[in-house]
């Protein structure tokens, strides 16, 4: 399961199908769990049960968070923290301000989630809540690594690790480790990265955690891609797609269809490539997730470039530079405005962006 709020056993009304979709969210079945958390709310509205209400509100916005809906879940983030608000609940506070900071950031808002998630870690150290103050390094560390400030991310995940292995959160310890294989391959430290990431897949394997599973496959298969082992590189991406369509999360699946797209083109099947490419920008598109939007941007540049459309493929790395200012994303900005230049030059390519 994400990092995120505990599954907590209510009593009284609405609790059959809060369980239930607790359970379902437990085993990663994110379409059933949001749909029994909504009928839970209706109980808990009929009965006026406002802690219910409050606790299906966060659970349902973590659930959307995992299956890649971020405007969802920031709606139901923002009617959680009012509700925790009022009742001064701080803890509730904390726990939506980060999940809307998590929501934010995938929407493409790195300053705004990171102060929402460090107003969150100083309620949770205020609290005295280690797990919390865990959880939300965590997340910290992956708004770094959004924004492109890849020496902080890593600085910060090792920080998260620390803090959960003395915890024993063997699921915290594991997504710490899929963060760190993640920096270290954009830092080119590709062993360290394969390393990290086969440290997560054993955790999420002795856990039985299908979306951790999915995402350290993709990480796995980035690593082999980077050391041009694309054969192996497939076979992970093969098992991390399967996992993300069972769970139904439309944009780490999109980011794992990219992830084959560059591989396709590293090995010269460039009409795979574009359909790929096309196919995980519609799922950006619908999902609202501006990075993935700008390597899709690049991936469609380098395949125009290598046959032989160059007025696409510079206007392609315009598009995807210019997306990347806007959003202040350093390290896809590098990329797009290398590539751009290079298509001007008549650089070498393709490029295996990490």
């Not at 209510?10 to 239930?20: D, I, L, Q, T, V």
């Not at 395949?303 to 530079?321: C, E, I, P, Q, S």
């Amino acid at each position: 399961m994400l990092p995120g709020l505990n599954p907590v056993n209510r009593k009284g009304a609405g609790e059959e199908y809060f369980n239930r979709a607790e359970k379902h969210r437990k085993s990663a079945r994110y379409s059933a769990a949001v749909e029994s958390y909504k009928r839970a709310l209706t109980f808990y509205a009929k009965g006026q049960d406002i802690a219910g209400t409050l606790d299906c509100f966060l659970a349902l916005g973590d659930t959307f968070r995992a299956k890649g809906e971020f405007t969802q879940a920031r709606s139901v983030y923002t009617e959680g923290l009012g509700i925790a608000e009022a009742l001064d609940d701080r803890a509730s506070v904390a726990d939506a301000l980060a999940g809307l900071g998590l929501s934010v950031r995938a929407l493409g808002d790195w300053r705004e989630a990171l102060n929402m998630v460090n107003k969150a870690a100083t309620i949770y150290r205020a609290l005295g809540d280690r797990k919390g103050v865990a959880f939300s390094l965590w997340a910290r560390a992956g708004t770094y690594r959004i924004k492109g400030d890849i020496k902080q991310a890593v600085k910060t995940y090792h920080l998260s690790l620390d803090m959960f292995r003395s915890l024993r959160d063997s699921s915290g310890m594991a997504y710490s480790y899929c963060g760190l294989g993640g920096s270290s391959r954009v830092s080119r430290k590709f062993r360290d990265s394969e390393k990290y990431y086969k440290m997560a897949n054993r955790m999420f394997s002795r856990l039985n955690d299908p979306f951790g599973l999915a995402y350290s496959f993709c990480g796995l298969g980035n690593a082999r891609r980077m050391d041009n082992d694309y054969g192996n590189a497939l076979i992970y991406f093969r098992k991390a797609e399967d996992l993300y369509r069972k769970i139904g999360d439309r944009v780490s699946y999109a980011y794992t269809l990219w992830s084959v797209g560059v591989t396709y083109t590293m090995t010269g099947q460039m009409k795979r490539a574009l359909d790929l490419f096309k196919k995980s920008a519609a799922f950006f598109e619908q999902t609202k997730d501006p990075r993935g939007k700008i390597y899709c941007m690049i991936g469609i540049g380098e395949v125009n470039y290598m046959t032989g459309d160059m007025r696409k493929a510079k206007k392609a790395f315009k598009r995807a530079l210019n997306c990347a200012e806007r959003k202040g994303f350093k390290l896809e900005m590098d990329y797009a405005e290398k590539l751009f230049k290079a298509s001007q030059q008549g650089g070498q390519f393709p490029v295996n962006l990490p």
